[in-house]
């Protein structure tokens, strides 16, 4: 399954297919980019970060792609679990090292 | 200890009250953050420390008061708050040494009555 996050807020996805989940980003400029998880009753989780000068990030089942020339950022999760299920956000940073805009999220629902 | 704890996890309160919120992070980071988070829109930044010194104030109203006494703790004093200023109420830390990322607690769930 594929979702603009900012778009459609919700994605549904088979347990064991793989999951992306996109991210349009707002500020050319913005050169540091982070995906959160949130599931219900906790506060975001850190996933994975990505510098601009990649392109390609890959950590356990997660990849972060970034394409900078139609300012666009994709998480996936490979053969997803229902332990995904949550709300994933992205957050993109400037010349500011801490100050972060984020995004709305994308719900994933994981279905067994 | 988990990396950043909040307290309480839940408060309600009403318009004339003052309470406050408390963070702690035990992850050795050297700034600290307050959001709101309201349904369906994007994390709000009220508060940054950098070195126990506040560095970012996001136009939030006078009815929020942060401190941060040390690198290891943040709190968020209120008073006269609005029906409007119910949310969940997040704790951030980072190290400030560059591109972090930030490490957050759990929330306080602040409902006002």
């Known amino acids: 399954g594929e979702s603009v996050g900012l778009h459609l807020p919700t994605l549904s996805v088979q347990e064991g297919d793989n999951s992306i989940i996109n991210c349009a980003y707002s500020n050319s400029a913005s050169d540091y980019f982070i995906w959160y998880k949130q599931e219900s009753g906790k506060g975001p989780q850190f996933i994975i970060d990505i510098r601009s000068n990649m392109d390609k990030r890959q950590g356990q089942r997660v990849t972060v792609l970034l394409n900078k020339t139609v300012k666009h950022l994709s998480l996936q999760i490979a053969a997803t679990q229902p332990g995904d299920s949550a709300v994933y956000f992205c957050?993109?940073?400037?010349?500011?090292?801490?100050?972060?805009?984020f995004g709305s999220g994308t719900k994933l629902n994981v279905k067994p | 200890e988990t990396g950043v704890t909040q307290t309480p996890r839940h408060l309600v309160m009403g318009m004339t009250n003052k309470k406050s919120l408390k963070c702690e992070q035990h992850?050795?980071?050297?700034?600290m953050y307050w959001y709101k988070q309201s349904a369906k829109k994007p994390l709000e930044l009220m508060f940054v420390?950098?070195?126990?010194?506040?560095?970012e104030n996001n136009s939030v109203p006078s009815r929020f008061s942060p401190e941060c006494p040390n690198s290891s703790h943040l709190f968020l004093h209120l008073h006269t708050l609005q029906p409007e200023d119910s949310a969940l109420y997040l704790c951030a830390s980072s190290q400030d040494n560059g591109r972090q990322p930030q490490h957050f607690g759990d929330g306080t769930r602040l409902s006002i009555l």
């Open positions: 957050a993109e940073n400037k010349d500011n090292f801490n100050k972060f805009y």
């Open positions: 420390y950098s070195l126990e010194e506040r560095v």
């Open positions: 992850l050795g980071h050297n700034a």
